[in-house]
C-alpha cells in the first residue's frame, strides 16, 4: 500500500483520522474505527471541554452498552479526545465532520429545515487550518447537496493557499441506533460512502472503504453519487419512521373496534414482503433523528416544489404529535376527566430502553400535557438524570412549573407511592421485572396503569386490581362483546 493521503500513487492509505463531534455518533463510531484498525490514529475533537474531559474520564458522557470496554482498550494508544481543533485538523489525512444539524428554530425554515450552522463551521476550520490533501467526509445528516457547500467552501481556501491543499469532499451517512450503537456499528447493515465520479473522487472512496474493509464484509459496503447517498439516508429515517406512524395509526383504530394492535402486527408482519420489524405501535417516536429527518425530507420537497409528496411525509409528523396527544388525554380522560393535584407516576423519561438520551423524548410531550393540566408528576429513569429531565421540562413548561409539579425519584416504588396512575413511557426491560401488587398497594384508589409500550398483557394488570388502558387494545368491555357499527 502506497501514501495516498498526499495523493502519490494509485491507492491513498489513511493513517490518522479526525472526527470534529464527540457525541453520539463521533465518539462510539471513532472507538469502533480505531478498535478494529490499531494501525489507524484515530482523534476525536469537540468545542466542549466538559464533554471531552468526560470522555478522557472513567465516566464518559454517552450511555452505550459495550463503549466503555471499546474506549478503554484504545483510549491513549491509537485514540484521543482532545479540545484542539485546529491540530487535529493538521495532522489529519481523513477529517469526519459529526456535528450536530437540528431542526433549525428561526428564520427561513424555522421548525423545518435542518440547521446547518454547525457544518459549515467546521468546513471554515478545516479551510482555516488544513494543510495539504484532506478527505473531508460528511457523517453528519445533511440534505442533499450539502456536500457540495462545503466544497466551495474549501475550493476557496485552496484556490488562496500556497501549500498544496486539496480537497475531496464525501459523503458518509450514519444508521446506528442508540442503546445499540457498538452492535450496528461492529457488524452493520450496510456502510455508505457518496463521492465524486471523479479519478480523485473515486480514490478517495476508495480510501474510505479500505477503512471500513477492516472489519465490515465487502459487499456490505455501498458506493453511490454524493447526491444518492445524502438522500438515502434521510429516506432511510422517513421509511422507519413512516412504519411507526402507520402501527400507530392503527392502534386507534385497535382501541376502537376491540381488534389488538400486537395481533394485528404480528399478523401483517409475517408475510415476508412487510417484515415484522419496527411495528410496535407506542406513545409515538422519539430520539434527535427521526422527526428531524423527516422534516428536513419535508422541507426538501417543499423547496423542490413537491408539495403532493411533502405532504405525505409530513404526515408521518402529524400521526407521531397526535398519538403522544391522544395518550396523554386518555390518561386524564380516564382518570375522570382531571388530573389536577393528582401524582402520577412516569416510569421512563428516556425516547427508547437502553439510552440516557432524551432528546425529542415522547415522555417530554406527554409530561408536559400532563403538567398543564396540573398533574404532580413523580418521574423514574434507571438512566436518565435529573438535571437532565429538569432541563427538558423547564424548555417545554417553565422553571416555576415544573419546581411545582415534578419530582424526581429513584426508586420506582416511591414514585408509586400514593399515585393515583402509573404511566409506562419507556420500554425498559427492569419495569416487565417490578412487583406492581405491592406498588397497587401502596396507590390511591382506585389506581390506573397506562401501558404507552406495549409492555404488559391487560389480564395480569387488571388481576391486580388496576383500571388498565394500553396503547392499541380495547377495554374489556369492548374485547368482550366486539365492536358494533
Ligand atoms: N444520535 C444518533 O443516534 C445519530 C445516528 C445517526 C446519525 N446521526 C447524525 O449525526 C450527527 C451528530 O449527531 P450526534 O447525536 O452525535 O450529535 P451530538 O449533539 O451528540 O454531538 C455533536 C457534537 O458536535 C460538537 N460540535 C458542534 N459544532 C462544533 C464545532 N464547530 N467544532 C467542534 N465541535 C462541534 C458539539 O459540541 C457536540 O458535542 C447529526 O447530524 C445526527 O443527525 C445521529
Ligand atoms: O417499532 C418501533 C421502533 C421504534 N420506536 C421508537 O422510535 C424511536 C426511534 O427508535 P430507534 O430507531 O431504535 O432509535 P434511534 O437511535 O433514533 O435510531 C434511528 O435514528 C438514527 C439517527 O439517524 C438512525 O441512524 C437509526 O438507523 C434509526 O433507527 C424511539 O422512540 C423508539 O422507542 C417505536 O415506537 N416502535
Redesign the pocket.
Known amino acids: 500500500m502506497t501514501e495516498i493521503a498526499n495523493g502519490n500513487g494509485d491507492q491513498t492509505v489513511v493513517r490518522r483520522i479526525t472526527c470534529?463531534?464527540?457525541?453520539?455518533?463521533?465518539?462510539p463510531t471513532c472507538a469502533m474505527i480505531a478498535y478494529k484498525s490499531p494501525q489507524i490514529t484515530v482523534t476525536v475533537?469537540?468545542?466542549?471541554k466538559e464533554?471531552i474531559d468526560a470522555w478522557n474520564s472513567d465516566s464518559l458522557p454517552?450511555f452505550e452498552p459495550g463503549l466503555e470496554d471499546v474506549v478503554m482498550k484504545c483510549r491513549g494508544t491509537n485514540l484521543f479526545f482532545s479540545t484542539d481543533?485546529p491540530e487535529a485538523i493538521r495532522s489529519a489525512d481523513l477529517i469526519f465532520i459529526?456535528?450536530?444539524?437540528p431542526t433549525k428554530m428561526y428564520g427561513k425554515g424555522a421548525g423545518m429545515a435542518?440547521d446547518l450552522k454547525?457544518v459549515e463551521?467546521?468546513a471554515r476550520?478545516i479551510a482555516e487550518h488544513a494543510q495539504g490533501p484532506k478527505i473531508v467526509v460528511e457523517?453528519?445528516?445533511?440534505p442533499v447537496k450539502a456536500a457540495e457547500s462545503i466544497l466551495s467552501i474549501l475550493e476557496d481556501a485552496q484556490r488562496r493557499s500556497n501549500n498544496n491543499l486539496t480537497f475531496q469532499v464525501l459523503s458518509n451517512?450514519?444508521?446506528?441506533?442508540?442503546g445499540t450503537?457498538m452492535r450496528d456499528l461492529a457488524s452493520p447493515d450496510r456502510v455508505l460512502i457518496g463521492g465524486e465520479d471523479s479519478e480523485e473522487g473515486q480514490r478517495a472512496v476508495a480510501a474510505l472503504v479500505n477503512v471500513y474493509a477492516s472489519w465490515v464484509p465487502r459487499d456490505r459496503i455501498l458506493t453511490t453519487k454524493t447526491w444518492s447517498s445524502e438522500l438515502s439516508?434521510l429516506v432511510a429515517n422517513a421509511f422507519l419512521a413512516q412504519r411507526i406512524s402507520s402501527i400507530n395509526s392503527v392502534s386507534a383504530i385497535c382501541e376502537a373496534t376491540g381488534a389488538d394492535v400486537r395481533e394485528v402486527a404480528k399478523a401483517v408482519g409475517c408475510d415476508e414482503r412487510i417484515g415484522s420489524n419496527f411495528l410496535n405501535a407506542s406513545v409515538g417516536f422519539g430520539?434527535?433523528?427521526f422527526q428531524?429527518?423527516v422534516l428536513s425530507l419535508v422541507y426538501l420537497c417543499e423547496s423542490l416544489h413537491l408539495d403532493k409528496v411533502a405532504d405525505y411525509w409530513n404526515g408521518v409528523i402529524t400521526i407521531n404529535n397526535w398519538q403522544r396527544r391522544r395518550f396523554a388525554d386518555a390518561i386524564v380522560s380516564e382518570l375522570f376527566n382531571t388530573v389536577a393535584g393528582k401524582k402520577i407516576a412516569i416510569f421512563g423519561f428516556a425516547f427508547k430502553k437502553s439510552t440516557g438520551?432524551t432528546r425529542e423524548s415522547s415522555a417530554i410531550h406527554v409530561s408536559k400535557h400532563l403538567m398543564e393540566e396540573e398533574a404532580r408528576l413523580a418521574v423514574y429513569d434507571p438512566a436518565v438524570t435529573e438535571k437532565q429531565m429538569r432541563q427538558e421540562l423547564v424548555m417545554e413548561t417553565s422553571e416555576k412549573s415544573v419546581n411545582k409539579l415534578v419530582t424526581v425519584f429513584s426508586d420506582p416504588y416511591e414514585a408509586a407511592k400514593d399515585a393515583h396512575a402509573i404511566v409506562i413511557l419507556t420500554e425498559w426491560e427492569e419495569f416487565k421485572t417490578y412487583d406492581y401488587a405491592r406498588m397497587y398497594n401502596a396507590m390511591s384508589h382506585p389506581a390506573a396503569f397506562f401501558d404507552g409500550r406495549l409492555l404488559f398483557k391487560r389480564k395480569d394488570i387488571e388481576a391486580i386490581g388496576f383500571h388498565f388502558f394500553g396503547i392499541g387494545s380495547a377495554p374489556s368491555h369492548l374485547s368482550e362483546v366486539g365492536y358494533i357499527l
Open positions: 470534529v463531534g464527540a457525541g453520539y455518533v463521533g465518539g475533537v469537540d468545542m466542549n464533554r454517552i481543533v459529526s456535528v450536530n444539524t435542518p454547525y463551521s467546521v476550520s457523517k453528519s445528516t445533511v451517512p450514519e444508521f446506528l441506533a442508540e450503537a439516508k430520539g434527535s433523528c428531524k429527518d438520551d
